[in-house]
């Protein structure tokens, strides 16, 4: 580890791994929903499977905000940009968790959309937060 890097860089480079890890499997899950239909849509076995991804795409993303938390938490004695890069991912979490919500109740695919946008751009921000954190 450099010397002007604090020691709770590596603890967040671990953090957003994980949430990287834990979108990636947020995503694979979310395609098999996607592709099987919503467990309303389906019968038999379909609504099973559908059934038990998407518990384990909830479960996944209580999992990410969990994990937000602790890294916005963990971020204080870090730079200006990378607390703020903390803060962003996990508002990103947030947002992308009330509209997926909000996808699977309301009549409107734009729900789906935002979820999908936040994705993506919580994927990139913690991707850069675990580049700004990597051990020397």
Same mark, same amino acid.
């Given at each position: 580890m450099s010397? !002007?890097?604090?020691?709770?860089?590596?603890? #967040?480079?671990?953090r957003a791994r994980s949430q990287l890890m834990m979108l990636t499997i947020q995503f694979l899950l979310g395609?098999? /929903? !996607? =592709?099987?239909g919503l467990p309303s849509e389906t019968s038999g076995l379909?609504?099973? &499977? &559908?059934?038990?991804? #998407?518990?384990?795409?909830?479960l996944v993303s209580l999992g990410l905000i /969990?994990?937000?938390?602790? &890294?916005i938490w963990r971020s204080?004695? =870090?730079d200006?940009?990378? &607390? !703020?890069?903390?803060? /962003?991912?996990?508002?990103?979490?947030v947002i992308s968790t009330v509209a997926g919500v909000l996808a699977t109740s309301a009549e409107s695919n734009w729900w789906s959309y935002l979820m999908a946008v936040g994705f993506i751009a919580s994927f990139?921000?913690?991707? !850069?937060? =675990?580049?700004r954190t990597r051990p020397a």
């Open positions: 010397s !002007n890097q604090p020691p709770v860089a590596p603890v #967040l480079h671990r395609m098999g /929903v !996607n =592709l099987i379909a609504k099973g &499977t &559908t059934s038990a991804l #998407l518990g384990l795409h909830i /969990v994990v937000a938390a602790l &890294t204080g004695p =870090l200006r940009q990378s &607390t !703020n890069q903390a803060w /962003v991912g996990g508002i990103l979490i990139v921000v913690y991707g !850069n937060l =675990l580049l």
